[in-house]
């Protein structure tokens, strides 16, 4: 089977849902449909606030190269992690949150049974082969009620999927380009993180993997 046919078959089937916890989803080839708009979307909001590299409060250069869109975005540095209305790099607003973002996260965050589903914060991280993402909750959006809805691009990642606590058992989940996942309710402040990526080339992407995380911060 051709690469070509492969892609177009992925785009009929219905997305595969996999259950990972009470109110926690991996949506496969959820984000397939919509591919085109969703790069074409990302590009325009990376030409306007570039990938860069953050610092922790901590001192250390994160892995990940970040930007941001939406009412508020994600600044990291020495005196910690905030969501901002401003881009620190070029000290204006981050860009508009797109349309093809919005449509995407509302119908994931539907499909795993979260209704009103309305982001204004989403964080786009760029992890080259090596780059990881330590175990950590998503615990600095305002209120907890609305779900995180995550979805992958580009090079494939074991995603770990944890408990309450840092050192509870993880489970580690594979997420391929288009697959999105959602975790909400009570699943809501599970630590979570990503393995090292390996060595690889996307043939739209590159030597990279994109996460993009929609929520509600404000
Ligand atoms: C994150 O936790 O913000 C990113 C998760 C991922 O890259 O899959
Ligand atoms: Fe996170």
């Not at 051709?2 to 089937?13: G, H, I, K």
């Not at 030409?47 to 994160?62: A, I």
Request: net charge neutral.
């Amino acid at each position: 089977m051709s690469l070509d046919l492969f892609a177009e078959q992925d785009l009929q089937q219905p997305a595969r849902v996999e259950r990972i916890g009470d109110q926690a989803y991996v949506l496969r080839g959820f984000a397939l449909p919509a591919l085109t708009q969703l790069l074409a979307a990302l590009d325009g909001v990376l030409r306007q606030s570039p990938l860069r590299q953050m610092q922790t409060p901590g001192g250390f250069t994160m892995s990940a190269r970040l930007s941001s869109c939406g009412d508020l975005g994600w600044a990291s540095d020495r005196d910690g992690y905030r969501y901002s209305p401003v881009d620190p790099l070029s000290a204006q607003p981050w860009p508009a949150l797109p349309a093809a973002f919005l449509t995407l996260a509302r119908t994931a965050a539907e499909a795993a049974g979260f209704n009103g589903f309305v982001p204004d914060a989403c964080l786009i991280n760029s992890y080259a082969p090596g780059a990881k993402m330590s175990l950590h909750q998503d615990k600095n959006e305002r209120s907890f009620t609305a779900p995180i809805v995550s979805i992958s691009l580009g090079l494939p990642a074991t995603f770990q999927f944890g408990g309450f606590q840092r050192s509870a058992p993880t489970q580690r989940i594979s997420l391929f380009h288009g697959d999105i996942v959602v975790w909400g309710g009570v699943d809501r402040l599970r630590y979570h993180g990503v393995l090292p990526i390996k060595p690889g080339h996307h043939s739209l992407l590159g030597e990279q993997r994109i996460n993009i995380t929609l929520r509600q911060a404000g």
